[in-house]
């Protein structure tokens, strides 16, 4: 059974910078692609950034373009999120996801496997 896992999150004050990661109990090999969707309270689960597996690339939402950069780290199945000049708009519940073909990482509905989430606090 895939199990992702996330880890990483905080409390900043805005301006700061966290870094979050994903580690998958399997290889990643035969996935799509792997990102984040955040929910911050009261609000929907909005997709963030995806890694395409195959293509070896990221793509971002509009809101953290320039402020988020997604990498993958092959050795050790992980994913990593490095977070430079958090918002407070950027407080929400942090969630890995994970798309087989057929799937994407950019719908909340077409998503194979979901972490557990990491909180993401940033304080103005």
């Known amino acids: 059974q895939v199990q992702l896992v996330d880890s990483g999150g905080g409390s900043v004050q805005a301006g700061g910078s966290l870094r979050i990661s994903c580690a998958a109990s399997t290889s990643t090999h035969d996935w799509y692609c792997w990102g984040w969707f955040r929910q911050a309270p009261g609000k929907e689960r909005e997709w963030v950034a995806s890694?395409?597996?195959?293509?070896?690339?990221?793509t971002y939402n509009d809101p953290v373009k320039g402020r988020f950069t997604v990498s993958q780290d092959n050795a050790k199945n992980t994913l990593h999120m490095q977070m430079v000049d958090l918002k407070p708009d950027d407080t929400a519940m942090y969630y890995c996801?994970?798309?087989?073909?057929?799937?994407?990482?950019?719908?909340?509905?077409?998503?194979?496997?979901w972490g557990q989430g990491t909180q993401v606090t940033v304080s103005s």
């Open positions: 996801a994970a798309a087989e073909y057929g799937g994407t990482c950019t719908s909340v509905h077409a998503v194979s496997y």
């Open positions: 890694y395409y597996i195959g293509d070896l690339r990221a």
